[in-house]
């Protein structure tokens, strides 16, 4: 729903509420063509461990950087959730650019080419996320909301009921990431195959 062109700038005090969303003059803003990890996702180190403070952390930065400072936010349209996209400024410098440039957000290429070439800079240098493995945050949200990710990231393991029985999925295999847990169907998450095999479940084929 794009804005009129004589909407006002939004200045004030700039809160972060996670390090793609902040708010200014009371207003809540996303800032444009830019998606962070969500505060509840999980990453990979380098060395294949489970980071579950991941999305906190970059959030926590953010805030620690730029919350509190004076900021100027150039409205451009209304996402679906009816908050204001805008460009915003801190100390005259493009906060979404900053983000992307510092490996502290991607480039959210549906809503903007604006910051392609700032990410493949970062991601070149390993800055930031780029040092680390996970999702895209928009496919986290979506496999979050269909009971495809896990409460506890260190139980991955996706124990499906289906015509062919009681069979395991683990992170890596074909069906992995299409699959989806409804415990209230008897499905559940398992810590180990171990655990998984113990209570009745094989392992996926492929």
């Known amino acids: 729903m794009p804005l009129a062109a004589t909407q006002a700038e939004i200045r004030g005090v700039l809160r972060v509420v996670d390090a793609d969303t902040v708010e200014v003059a009371g207003q809540r803003i996303r800032l444009h063509a830019i ?16 980071w579950v403070g991941c999305g906190a952390w970059v959030s926590h930065v953010v805030a620690q950087e730029f919350g509190g400072a004076a900021a100027r ?23 979404g650019a900053t983000l992307v440039s510092r490996g502290l957000a991607f480039a959210y290429v549906k809503y903007g080419q604006d910051y392609v070439a700032l990410q493949a800079e970062a991601a070149a240098a ?12 928009s496919w986290h949200r979506k496999t979050r909301a269909v009971g495809r990710m896990p409460v506890d990231p260190g139980c991955r393991i996706k124990g499906n009921i289906s015509s ?3 069979i395991y999925h683990l992170p890596g295999q074909a069906f ?3 699959t989806g847990i409804r415990p209230e169907q008897g499905e559940r998450w398992f810590c180990s195959e171990a655990d998984a095999r113990a209570a009745g479940w094989r392992v996926a084929r492929r």
């Open 35 to 50: 998606d962070a990890p969500e505060v509840d996702q999980p990453c990979e180190t380098e060395h294949g461990q489970s």
């Open 73 to 95: 936010c150039v409205p451009l349209d209304r996402d679906a959730y009816d908050r204001i996209v805008a460009r915003c400024f801190v100390a005259g410098d493009d906060l």
């Open 164 to 166: 062919s029985g009681k």
């Open 176 to 178: 992995y990431e299409q």
């Open 126 to 137: 390993d800055r930031g996320l780029h040092a680390l493995r996970l999702t895209q945050p």
